[in-house]
């Protein structure tokens, strides 16, 4: 899977009786500087980037007891200093095919038996503590200690509690009007003079997810959700739940090998375009566990739950039933959807291989097959757990091909152990994993990536109960949630509206943006399972704009990043193959941009656009397909509506 340009390139030890002197440590290209102390009882660092001093006199520290230790303190034992340049190849290619991995790293051995990695790369800094003897830990405490430079401004996801779904919208504030109640899920973002930071967290395993609380200072304190002792369902829920009692520590750990403690990132930028290519998630991810992944396919995948299975023009009662999803799979055969899915109500609530009355479940699987689209099915995430390993297999056994977990809503040890479960199970027997109600990617998906993608984001589907899904909010994912890893944010609807002509409707939704807004989100936000949430009805009764979408990989070859500004506009070009693919999203007001193809390569190409047609300031669903001639030489105008859009597929001339 890799191929190393570099390993290893030096190596420095050093030896003191004490930690006596600060320690510095480069990205590759100089322009990052990290500095690290040992204090008596934490860890400190700073993060100077491109001559800005970003964060000062940060602390890290764990606190655990472990068999070996009453207490594992952090007295310096010795240093070592490595470097590592080399390309990884993703089983599944989010943002390219090829990800370059060049970094410093500096690592730090205590008596205890702990140690503590810093890893610089020229996009920014992060670090983890490990202990490579085995040994059984109960974790009382992390010290995750954010001390910023200044009084910044934060994109805050402010949370009501550990029990979320982490589907937030991010507020603007100060970070010293952060109080200690503020609780927040990652990632976040930080706004400095001159640059901008991402911070979030990845191999996450065997331990408990990372949120943060102010401190009414420069400062923002990591914050961990403690083991749950117990819960129960909340009245009248077949699936929220009540945490009744927890433990006073965060994590026990058994470990016969030792302990990699999760990845603490920092992902620094310093125009905003550099967040939509940044990696750093997936690098510090944990490394493939799946022998053969070649069964693994990307896609997309024609919902149901959206659009309210809302199907018409047809001679039988649409709803939850055979006749229904065998109409879903004819559309998505027309188009060449890989999947369908079934979601909440093809079983009885709570057993999760009791199929209901009104599906055939082997004929609906046995059609799809028969039309190339293969099917997918939702599960409650508790309802699976009582007996994971049959009813996975189970499904494997009628010809399953992916399942949709819902509504964990939780990132404490247990749960995220959990997950790893589910990944693993369903690798067994070649299953593919959408997690919704979940938290945010925190590299599960290169370890096993059959979980293709997940939910963690305030999607498409909030359109049907609120009005805050606005063209800002959408040019904000990208910056903050994406950089984090795939995200099941849901796009496509084709009833689209101006804002001031949007209505909540749950079983008849609609978008707050213009159609050409939403053709753009296929191209701009990453998800390698990719949904069509509208209903198939409506995707027939606008065909051209279905056609298109369809055309729309789910993974590229390369990324460029045209231009981007936070919450105003981006635009997106890919590559797949020989195939070059465009997005641009606007914010409310209508915008113009010259787009400069000088990134194809030599020759004609034929470019296929959809943009905004002249009336979708007022009817936001009016859209405009044009074919054109371009080369490399092309700079091309493009004018966008408020909420607007415009997307293009450049192929080979012929």
């Known amino acids: 899977m890799n191929k190393v340009l570099s390993l290893l390139l030096f190596v420095v030890f050093v030896s003191f009786s004490a930690f006596s002197k600060t320690i510095s440590l480069s990205s590759p290209d100089k322009k990052i500087t990290l500095k690290v102390s040992n204090q008596p009882s934490y860890i400190e660092y700073d993060i100077t980037s491109h001559n800005e001093l970003i964060i000062s006199k940060a602390k890290a520290n764990i606190s655990l007891t472990s068999s070996k230790y009453e207490q594992a303190k952090l007295e310096y034992h010795s240093h070592k200093i490595t470097s590592v340049n080399q390309v990884i190849n993703p089983v599944v290619q989010q943002k390219s095919k090829e990800v370059v991995e060049n970094y410093n790293q500096l690592t730090v051995q205590f008596d205890s038996g702990l140690s503590i990695e810093f890893r610089v790369f020229n996009e920014g800094v992060a670090y983890r503590f490990r202990t490579k003897s085995a040994r059984d830990m109960v974790i009382l405490d992390e010290e995750v200690s954010l001390n910023f430079a200044d009084d910044f401004t934060a994109q805050y996801p402010l949370e009501k509690g550990f029990y979320s779904h982490n589907e937030r919208s991010y507020i603007t504030k100060k970070i010293t009007d952060i109080s200690a ?11 400095t003079e001159n640059q901008k930071v991402v911070f979030t967290e990845s191999s996450l395993k065997d331990y408990p997810g990372l949120w943060v609380v102010g401190a009414n200072s420069n400062s923002l304190i990591g914050t961990q959700p403690k083991r749950v002792k117990s819960a129960e369902l909340k009245k009248d829920s077949d699936r929220n739940e009540n945490i009744t009692q927890r433990y ?41 566990e799946i022998d053969d992944p070649s069964w693994i396919k990307p896609g997309k995948v024609a919902w149901d739950w959206w659009n309210a299975n809302n199907i018409y023009g047809v001679d039988f009662n649409s709803g939850i039933n055979t006749k229904t999803y065998k109409y879903y799979i004819d559309f998505a055969s027309k188009f060449g959807i890989e999947y369908i899915i079934l979601d909440e109500g093809w079983y009885e609530l709570g ?61 404490d040890q247990a749960m995220v152990q959990y997950y790893w479960r589910v990944a693993k199970e369903a690798a067994k027997n070649k299953l593919l994993v959408n997690f919704h109600g979940s938290y945010k990617p925190a590299g599960l998906r290169r370890a096993y990536p059959n979980v293709i993608t997940r939910e963690g984001v305030r999607g498409l589907e909030h359109n049907k109960w609120g009005d805050y899904i606005t063209a800002e909010h959408n040019l904000t994912l990208p910056f903050i949630r994406m950089l984090a890893g ?11 509206t101006q804002p001031e002509n949007f209505r909540i409707s749950f079983n008849r939704p609609m978008s707050k943006t213009t159609r050409a807004h939403q053709l753009a989100l296929y191209v701009v936000f990453e998800s390698p399972l990719q949904m069509l949430a509208d209903s198939p009805s409506n995707y027939l009764a606008n065909e051209q704009s279905t056609a298109f979408i369809s055309k729309v990989p789910t993974v590229w070859d390369e ?23 465009i997005g641009v999203l606007g914010n409310s007001k209508a915008r113009n941009f010259d787009i400069d193809l000088s990134f194809l390569g030599q020759g004609e190409y034929q470019m296929i656009s959809m943009s905004d047609g002249v009336n979708a300031d007022k009817f936001a669903s009016d859209i405009k397909k044009q074919t054109s001639k371009v080369t490399s030489q092309s700079k091309i105008n493009v004018e966008l509506a408020p909420s607007g859009g415009w997307v293009a597929r450049i192929t080979t001339s012929k």
């Open 351 to 411: 057993d999760a291989l009791n199929i209901v009355p009104e599906i055939d479940l082997a004929e609906i699987i046995s059609y799809g097959k028969s039309k190339n689209v293969d099917i997918i099915l939702w599960v409650i995430w508790e309802t699976v757990e009582q007996d994971l390993a049959n009813i996975l297999s189970q499904y494997a056994d009628w010809g399953v091909k992916g399942i949709k977990v819902d509504f964990m809503q939780r990132d």
């Open 248 to 288: 006073n520590d965060i994590a026990v750990i058994n470990k016969k090998q030792g302990m990699d403690f999760p990845w603490r990132i920092f992902a620094i930028s310093q125009n905003d375009a550099e967040l939509l290519t940044n990696e750093l998630s997936f690098l510090l991810a944990n490394e493939l």
């Open 486 to 496: 795939p995200m099941d944010y849901t796009p496509g609807a084709m009833v689209n």
């Open 559 to 581: 990324t460029k990043i045209l231009s981007a500004k936070f919450q105003d506009h981006i635009i997106s070009a890919r590559r797949s193959g020989n195939d070059w693919f």
């Open 181 to 191: 109640k503020n609780l927040a899920s990652l990632p976040l973002l930080v706004e």
